[in-house]
T-cell receptor, first 115, second 113 residues
Framework: ETGVTQTPRHLVMGMTNKKSLKCEQH?????MYWYKQSAKKPLELMFV???????ENNSVPSRFSPECPNSSHLFLHLHTLQPEDSALYLC??????????????FGPGTRLTVL | DQQVKQNSPSLSVQEGRISILNCDYT??????FLWYKKYPAEGPTFLIS?????DKNEDGRFTVFLNKSAKHLSLHIVPSQPGDSAVYFC????????????FGKGTRLHILP
């Protein structure tokens, strides 16, 4: 596997379910990100992890819980979501220490539908 | 408050002509600007960037222009090709946060045959 992978690619869940999104990067990067893309909205940054430490929580509701066990893996744990949380969730990685403009490499995303 | 604005949700251009995608920003602390391209069912991919100390950067068919006084940048694609049909995101980096990028809403580009 190369680049940034995300599983699952599609997820349908009820409001009382608990599920997790997984992201893995094979690029040797030290920063990883979760973004949310809703229709007609900008890509919304949710969380940033830099060297496994969370450096950004962009006022994300607690029903979204990130986990970064090592610099290659990032999880987003989902619990009691709302229908308005339905969106495309994108993971990205980068190396801010070597890339002057912090070019980010994105995974294909997980299309989440909350019923 | 949107710091990076792409006011045109979509744009249609004839194949072979020039495509111009525009982006405005409000934060004077942005030091790098990036353009990403996104196809359906794929994540965005990096296209081209420009530093705030430059006013132009060219890479093949793609050129980005930066007007700092107007807080405006544009992406020119010439000649436009069918494979250029995608959503284009403008993004910017805050010089105080090297690990954070702010994205615009995106502009959907349709290249017409």
């Amino acid at each position: 596997e190369t680049g940034v992978t995300q599983t699952p690619r599609h997820l349908v869940m009820g409001m009382t379910n608990k599920k997790s999104l997984k992201c893995e990067q094979h690029l040797g990067h030290n920063a990883m990100y979760w973004y949310k893309q809703s229709a007609k909205k900008p890509l919304e940054l949710m969380f940033v992890y830099n060297f496994k430490e969370q450096t950004e929580n962009n006022s994300v509701p607690s029903r979204f819980s990130p986990e970064c066990p090592n610099s290659s893996h990032l999880f987003l744990h989902l619990h009691t979501l709302q229908p308005e949380d339905s969106a495309l969730y994108l993971c990205a990685s980068s190396d801010p220490t070597t890339s002057a403009y912090n070019e980010q490499f994105f995974g294909p995303g997980t299309r989440l539908t909350v019923l | 408050d949107q710091q990076v604005k792409q006011n045109s949700p979509s744009l249609s251009v004839q194949e072979g002509r020039i495509s111009i995608l525009n982006c405005d920003y409000t934060n004077s602390m942005f030091d790098y600007f990036l353009w990403y391209k996104k196809y359906p069912a794929e994540g965005p991919t990096f296209l081209i960037s420009i530093s705030s100390i430059k006013d132009k950067n060219e890479d093949g068919r793609f050129t980005v222009f930066l007007n700092k006084s107007a807080k405006h940048l544009s992406l020119h694609i010439v000649p436009s090709q069918p494979g250029d049909s995608a959503v284009y995101f403008c993004a910017a980096r805050d010089m105080n946060r090297d690990d954070k990028i702010i994205f615009g809403k995106g502009t959907r580009l349709h290249i017409l045959p």
